[in-house]
C-alpha cells in the first residue's frame, strides 16, 4: 500500500521506494504490487540487479501470476535485458540503412511501463546510472582472427592491409563494411596495448571456450570489449598445449571472434531508463541518507517520496556492532584467524555449518592458496564463484546449510540470496 502511494493524503502513483529491512519480503511486496498494478491494467516490469534472484523470483510467483490471468501484463527482467528489449531492432536497422535500404518503423517499442526496482540502490551505481550500452552487429569474417594473429605477432597495420589475408577477409565481406573492416584493423595495435590491464574470464561453453565478464552476480559471454575480447582470446589459447584437450576446446570456441564488430551507437542507461518508464518504484534494505549522492540521483530519475517500515519482528536478530563485530590483522594473520574461526565456529561436533563471503574472487583465490589453509585440507568445501553455471549455484546454495558444510562465496552471493536451512540438527 506504501510503494502504490495509497497511504498518503493524496493517492498517486509516482517515483517511490520503500524501505524493507533484509529478510522481510521485498520479492512479496514487488510481485503484489504488480499485481495491484497489472489489474489496473498497467504494464509493469520487476527488475533486478541479479539474474539468479530474477529467476527465482519469477519462479515463485509464476502460478499467483498465472492465476489472475496478468502473464502478459508483468514480466521479470535484469536491467542488461530490459534494456536489450528496448533496442532490439536497432542491430537490423543499422545494417538496413548501411546497406542502403529503408529501416523498418518501429511503434512497439516499450513506454510508459510502471518499473518496479529490487534492491533500488543499484539502479543508482556508475555500471547502471553513469553506465552506457553500446549494441553491435555483427559480420562473420572466417580471416579476421588471422589477422589479430598477425598483429598479436608483431606485423604492422600496413604490412596487414597488403597482405592476401586481408584481401580473403575484404572478398568474404558486404561492400558496405569494407571502410569498418579497415578501420577495425588500423585499431587493433592499440586494442592489444591494453590487454595487460584488461579484466576477465574464462569461461567454458557447450560450444567450446570463451571470454566472459563478470556482470553484477554472473559471468557474461555476451559482453564484447572490441578486439581486446579477441586479443584474450587468443591470448589464453596461447597457453594451452597444442593437441590438447583445453587447446581443442578453445579452437571450437573460435567461431565466436571471427567476427566484426559495428557499433550501433552509445546509449546511457539512465536515459533508456526514464524512457521506458516514467513511473519508477522499488524497494531497498537500506534507504540513502537524504543529503547523499544517490538521494540526488534518485530525484532525477523522478524518485521524490520515500518510506521506512518497521520490522516485523518483535525483536531483530540480526545485530551488528562496527566496534565488537571488526577485527583488523595482518594479512598473514588474517588467514590463519579465519581458518581459526571457522573451526571455533563449527563446534566440537562439526556439525554447524559456515559460510565466508570474500570482497572479490582475488582475495578468496589468495585465502585458498595460503599456508593457513593446511589447517583445513582434510574438510570437504564448496567455493560459490561467479562463473559457476545457474545449476551448479543452486546445488550448492542448497546444500550450503547442511551438517558441517564449508562454503567459500564472493561478495555478490552475500546479497539476497536465500540459504536456507531445512535441517533440525542444524538449527
Known amino acids: 500500500l506504501c510503494l502504490l502511494g495509497i497511504h498518503k493524503e493524496k493517492e498517486s502513483l509516482g517515483g517511490h521506494i520503500v524501505e524493507v529491512l533484509t529478510g522481510e519480503g521485498k520479492s512479496v511486496v514487488l510481485a503484489v504490487a504488480a499485481i495491484v498494478l497489472?489489474?489496473?491494467?498497467?504494464?509493469?516490469?520487476?527488475?533486478?540487479?541479479s539474474e539468479c534472484l530474477n529467476k527465482r523470483d519469477q519462479n515463485a510467483f509464476n502460478d499467483l501470476i498465472s492465476a489472475f490471468g496478468l502473464k502478459s501484463k508483468i514480466r521479470y527482467s535484469t536491467f542488461p535485458e530490459l534494456v536489450e528489449s528496448y533496442i532490439s531492432d536497432l542491430r537490423e536497422e543499422t545494417k538496413a540503412i548501411l546497406e542502403g535500404k529503408?529501416?523498418?518503423?518501429?511503434?512497439?517499442?516499450?513506454?510508459?511501463?510502471?518499473?518496479?526496482?529490487?534492491?533500488?540502490?543499484?539502479?543508482?551505481?556508475?555500471?547502471?546510472?553513469?553506465?552506457?550500452?553500446?549494441?553491435?552487429?555483427?559480420?562473420?569474417?572466417?580471416?579476421?582472427?588471422?589477422?589479430a594473429r598477425m598483429i598479436k605477432n608483431g606485423q604492422s597495420v600496413e604490412d596487414v592491409l597488403k597482405s592476401d589475408t586481408y584481401q580473403k577477409c575484404l572478398s568474404s565481406c558486404p561492400q558496405y563494411a569494407h571502410c569498418f573492416l579497415e578501420e577495425a584493423v588500423k585499431k587493433l595495435?592499440?586494442?592489444?596495448?591494453?590487454?595487460?590491464?584488461?579484466?576477465?574470464?574464462?569461461?567454458?561453453?557447450?560450444?567450446?571456450?570463451?571470454?566472459?565478464?563478470?556482470?553484477?552476480?554472473?559471468?557474461?559471454?555476451?559482453?564484447?570489449?572490441?578486439?581486446?575480447?579477441?586479443?584474450?582470446?587468443?591470448?589464453?589459447?596461447?597457453?594451452c598445449a597444442k593437441g590438447s584437450?583445453?587447446?581443442?576446446?578453445?579452437?571450437?570456441?573460435?567461431?565466436y571472434y571471427s567476427e566484426l564488430n559495428i557499433n550501433c551507437g552509445t546509449f546511457s542507461y539512465s536515459k533508456i531508463v526514464r524512457e521506458i518508464s516514467d513511473t519508477i518504484l522499488g524497494v531497498t534494505g537500506t534507504l540513502p541518507r537524504p543529503e547523499s549522492k544517490e538521494a540526488s540521483i534518485m530525484k532525477e530519475l523522478g524518485i521524490h517520496h520515500t518510506t521506512q517500515i518497521p520490522t516485523m519482528f518483535t525483536k531483530r536478530r540480526l545485530l551488528f556492532s562496527p566496534a565488537a563485530d571488526t577485527k583488523v590483522f595482518h594479512e598473514d594473520d588474517f588467514y590463519r584467524e579465519l581458518c581459526s574461526s571457522i573451526t571455533t565456529s563449527?563446534?566440537?561436533?562439526?556439525?554447524?555449518?559456515?559460510?565466508?563471503?570474500?570482497?572479490?574472487?582475488?582475495?578468496?583465490?589468495?585465502?585458498?592458496?595460503?599456508?593457513?589453509?593446511?589447517?583445513?585440507?582434510?574438510?570437504v568445501y564448496q567455493i560459490l564463484k561467479l562463473s559457476l553455471s545457474m545449476e551448479e549455484r543452486d546445488n550448492i546454495i542448497k546444500n550450503a546449510t547442511g551438517p558441517g558444510k564449508i562454503v567459500f562465496a564472493v561478495a555478490e552471493y552475500g546479497r539476497g540470496t536465500d540459504f536456507a536451512c531445512h535441517v533440525k540438527v542444524v538449527n
Open 38 to 49: 497489472a489489474i489496473i491494467g498497467k504494464e509493469v516490469c520487476i527488475v533486478c540487479y
Open 346 to 379: 563449527r563446534g566440537d561436533e562439526k556439525v554447524r555449518p559456515v559460510i565466508v563471503f570474500f570482497k572479490t574472487e582475488e582475495v578468496l583465490n589468495k585465502f585458498l592458496n595460503s599456508p593457513s589453509m593446511r589447517r583445513l585440507k582434510e574438510e
Open 245 to 255: 584437450k583445453e587447446f581443442r576446446e578453445f579452437k571450437q570456441g573460435e567461431q
Open 102 to 147: 529503408k529501416p523498418s518503423k518501429n511503434n512497439n517499442r516499450m513506454k510508459n511501463m510502471v518499473m518496479l526496482v529490487d534492491e533500488v540502490d543499484t539502479l543508482l551505481e556508475p555500471d547502471i546510472y553513469k553506465g552506457t550500452y553500446c549494441p553491435a552487429f555483427t559480420i562473420t569474417i572466417p580471416n579476421f582472427i588471422s589477422i
Open 189 to 239: 595495435p592499440s586494442e592489444l596495448e591494453g590487454l595487460a590491464s584488461h579484466k576477465y574470464v574464462v569461461q567454458d561453453t557447450p560450444r567450446g571456450k570463451r571470454i566472459g565478464y563478470h556482470q553484477f552476480d554472473g559471468v557474461s559471454t555476451d559482453i564484447n570489449y572490441g578486439h581486446k575480447t579477441l586479443f584474450a582470446f587468443l591470448h589464453e589459447q596461447e597457453q
